[in-house]
Every structure is written in C-alpha cells, then in structure tokens.
C-alpha cells in the first residue's frame, strides 16, 4: 500500500525558512517523478514544485521560482522542500504526492491538476504569519 507521509510544517514569520520532508513507502520510489502541491484554505491544490527522477530536472511555479528547492534521497525514500523567503502567500497545507503521468515542462505540471498524480499524503500545514 502506498503511503506519503510530511512533516516539517509549522509556524514561520515572513522571511523565514523551512524544510518539508515526505516520506514514501509501498512502492519503487526510486521509480517515480514526484512532486509538492499545496492547498491554501478555501482554495484547490496548487502544483509548487517537481522532481523528474530521470535527469534529476527540477521545476517550478513562478510563485515559488528562486526561494523553494526540491530535492529527494532515494536511498531514505524521502522527498524534501526547501522553502525560504517565506510570505504569508505561502501560508497552506503542503501534500507530497506520486506523478502518474509524465511531464517534462512546467506548463504541463501547472495545468495537469490531479489528473497528473495518483497518491498524496495528508500533508502538513504550513503558516506564515508576523
């Protein structure tokens, strides 16, 4: 059974940094693109972030361009996301989630929705708040 489970959310003042982790099990995650979503209250999910595990290419949204970075450790099974020079825009519930459908530029990951991934955790919120 496949199980995405985040931690590292909390409460940060505007500038201030974190570090989500997911941690995968059930199956191949060595085998999987995956990528960070998030939902803002009274909103849908947001793709944030992806990691392609074929070339290791990275993308983003440009809400997020230049102050996030995903990274991944297959070795724990683990996916991370680095986010810093936070602003209470970033303030969400953050999901990990399984791609099941490739995608090789930004556009396709924005537009994809969750026609784009099969599994997500439960997340873990993340505030920014002064």
């Known amino acids: 059974e496949v199980h995405l489970v985040e931690s590292g959310g909390g409460m940060v003042q505007p500038g201030g940094s974190l570090r989500l982790s997911c941690a995968a099990s059930g199956f191949a995650f060595v085998s999987y693109d995956m990528i960070w979503v998030r939902q803002a209250p009274g909103k849908g999910h947001e793709w944030v972030a992806a990691?392609?595990?074929?070339?290791?290419?990275?993308y983003y949204s440009d809400s997020v361009k230049g102050r996030f970075t995903v990274s991944r450790d297959n070795a724990k099974n683990t996916l991370y996301l680095q986010m810093n020079s936070l602003t209470p825009e970033d303030t969400a519930l953050y999901y990990c989630?399984?791609?099941?459908?490739?995608?090789?530029?930004?556009?396709?990951?924005?537009?994809?929705?969750?026609?784009?991934?099969?599994?997500w955790g439960q997340g873990t919120q993340v505030t920014v708040s002064s």
């Open positions: 989630a399984r791609v099941s459908t490739y995608c090789s530029t930004s556009r396709c990951y924005e537009d994809g929705g969750k026609n784009i991934y099969d599994y």
């Open positions: 990691l392609n595990i074929g070339d290791g290419t990275t």
